[in-house]
């Protein structure tokens, strides 16, 4: 079972909203909860982009892209970071993945597929 899970991904019409889940299962909770972590996205034929971190203190840091429409949040009792995605566009279409950064090893979930149509 991998370390990182993602769910939440989907086709939907430009202007619509969807919410990205990132779970850590197999993490034990002292080990999540002083973790950082991030969003990313990486659409056809480009490089792997940072869309927004958040650390343990939840503190949070967008790209200027996404600022104003996504919102990233974590669930401690969970082990679980979330990306809410507002005002979609065709532009934001990418395959995205989440990143947990704890006891000094870096984790990857297996990426979700966001597809945004006008």
């Known amino acids: 079972q991998a370390q990182l899970v993602e769910s939440g991904g989907g086709l939907v019409q430009a202007g619509q909203s969807l919410r990205l889940s990132c779970k850590a299962p197999?993490?034990?909770?002292?080990?999540?909860?002083?973790?950082?972590g991030g969003w990313y996205r990486q659409a056809p034929g480009k490089q792997r982009e940072l869309v927004a971190t958040?650390?343990?203190?939840?503190?949070?840091n967008y790209a200027d892209f996404v600022r104003g429409r996504f919102t990233i949040s974590r669930d401690n009792a969970r082990k679980t970071l979330y990306l809410q995605m507002n005002s979609l566009e065709a532009e934001d279409t990418a395959v995205y993945y989440c990143?947990?950064?704890?006891?000094?090893?870096?984790?990857w979930g297996q990426g979700t597929q966001v597809t945004v149509f006008s």
């Open positions: 197999r993490m034990i909770t002292s080990t999540f909860n002083p973790s950082s």
């Open positions: 990143d947990v950064q704890a006891a000094y090893s870096d984790y």
């Open positions: 958040i650390t343990r203190d939840y503190k949070t």
